[in-house]
């Protein structure tokens, strides 16, 4: 039965063109010819990569990313809670309304309490500031050495200013040491990124991250199997062109270089629109799809190469997409981010919590009564700030102002509110006295 499997798997119909076997891809005469065999090495290769990868980000990016003045974000961390920890770990990690108010009940929090914990727990899970620019780092570095190493394979090659000759004498074609070893480090790479995809950082396309390495590695393997190798380097050649500017671009991101990343983020943006949307369809996939027609009859290989390069442009058509929605945010004069990445809920938020959290008496005082924090400044706390500065009022009361209803101009009932705390009866008798001026301070605050 095995042996059936693996008979039919290695079918030459599959593989090569009409009236060729394996047996004219032989070693002879000094001529070497690409082997399945070959590739046995780039699992332990791809082994190897993790392991140069850990002391890289130990040894390398850390140090690296202090010289930056990479600094984490402080994070408050969900206190313990056993009712809610099972319903992260099971069921969700957002819970609707309606499981707040049920988990409510059972873990005796509040609602907003709840909703605090998640959005603690949340920002727990999402990886560190020097994770991302650690990953950022070691994918920057293969990448920029890659393609420093692809373009040196093929840029004395004919086939590299002349389409044609990719296919010229196939599927007889031997090849050399440099093309060996730059599929196998290549392989061996997107292998690894495949075993470490589940610590990586996880974006908005992790299930496309996890296609385009199946592809890849797919493609890879394919083009050496039927030899289309020279195609391959090609296409590698081309992919890994603009894949160091994103991942330094990264790098300038976390280290708050933000002009260094826009700037560099906008080569990138061509680089990759030029290369993967012009060059890749209109010519490396023309090659790969008119020319062998004009050799050989179309066979099972050619139509599962082509396909899986029709995978690969999909791809690169969504993230082309993303790219050009970054682009308009930074054209519109918004910072440029990954719109892959999973952003980290606010701070901002946090300190409405922190607040909270801390009940009225971790809160600033005023009367005795705390003073609530408000976002929202309209057209009243703008009023009351310019009257707290004609009566020498502190900021923290004109603060307390801010919460009184969004109205034209102040009524004498939220006056009274807001004043009478301050200086009693004997205040507030002062202050309908000076009404002329009240009435020119909003006037004046209207129209300014």
Not at 12 to 27: C, F, G, I, Q
Not at 88 to 94: R, V
Not at 140 to 166: E, Q, R, S
Not at 304 to 312: D, E, I, K, R, T
């Amino acid at each position: 039965m095995l042996q059936t499997l693996y008979d039919y798997f290695w079918w030459e119909r599959l593989w090569l063109p009409v009236n060729l076997t394996w047996a004219d891809l032989e070693d002879r005469d000094g001529r070497v010819y690409a082997k399945a065999s070959d590739l046995y090495v780039t699992l332990p290769l791809a082994l190897l990569f993790l392991i140069v990868r850990y002391f890289f980000e130990l040894y390398v990016a850390t140090p690296l990313a202090a010289l930056l003045n990479v600094k984490e974000k402080t994070r408050l961390r969900a206190p313990p809670n056993p009712t809610l920890e099972h319903f992260y770990l099971t069921s969700g990690k957002q819970p609707k309304q309606a499981e707040v108010e049920l988990l409510s009940r059972r873990s005796g929090l509040s609602g907003r309490q709840v909703e605090r914990w998640f959005r603690r727990r949340r920002n727990q899970d999402r990886p560190s500031l020097l994770k991302k620019f650690r990953e950022a780092s070691w994918r920057f570095t293969f990448y920029l050495i890659a393609f420093i190493a692809g373009m040196a394979v093929i840029v004395d090659k004919p086939w590299f200013y002349d389409m044609k000759k990719v296919w010229e004498g196939y599927p007889i074609q031997s090849t050399i040491p440099s093309q060996y070893w730059y599929y196998m480090i290549e392989l061996s790479f997107y292998w690894s990124l495949l075993f470490s995809i589940a610590s990586d950082v996880k974006r908005k396309d992790f299930k496309e991250q996890i296609i385009h390495h199946v592809a890849t590695i797919i493609l890879i393997s394919f083009s050496w199997f039927a030899n289309y190798i020279r195609a391959g380097t090609l296409i590698m050649a081309l992919h890994d062109s603009s894949d160091y500017l994103l991942e330094s671009a990264k790098m300038f991101n976390y280290a708050g270089w933000k002009n260094t990343c826009n700037n560099i983020f906008i080569v990138f943006a061509i680089v990759f629109i030029i290369t993967r949307l012009v060059i890749l369809p209109f010519w490396i996939l023309h090659c790969t799809v008119v020319y062998p027609l004009e050799l050989y009859p179309a066979f099972f290989g050619y139509y599962f190469f082509n396909s899986m390069m029709g995978v690969l442009q999909l791809l690169h058509i969504f993230w082309a997409y993303l790219i050009l929605r970054m682009a308009h945010k930074f054209i519109t004069g918004k910072l440029v981010e990954d719109e892959r990445s999973d952003r980290e809920e606010t701070e901002s938020s946090e300190g409405d919590e922190a607040a909270a959290g801390g009940g009225a008496k971790s809160r600033p005082l005023a009367n005795g009564h705390p003073i609530l924090n408000n976002n929202h400044r309209g057209p009243v706390f703008r009023w009351f700030e310019s009257w707290a500065r004609t009566w020498h009022c502190s900021s923290d009361h004109a603060e307390a102002a801010s919460h009184m209803p969004q109205l034209e101009e102040p009524t004498t009932k939220n006056i009274q509110l807001c004043t009478g705390g301050l200086w009693g009866e004997k205040g507030k008798n002062k202050i309908f006295k000076k009404k002329k001026v009240l009435k020119h301070n909003i006037h004046r605050e209207k129209y300014t």
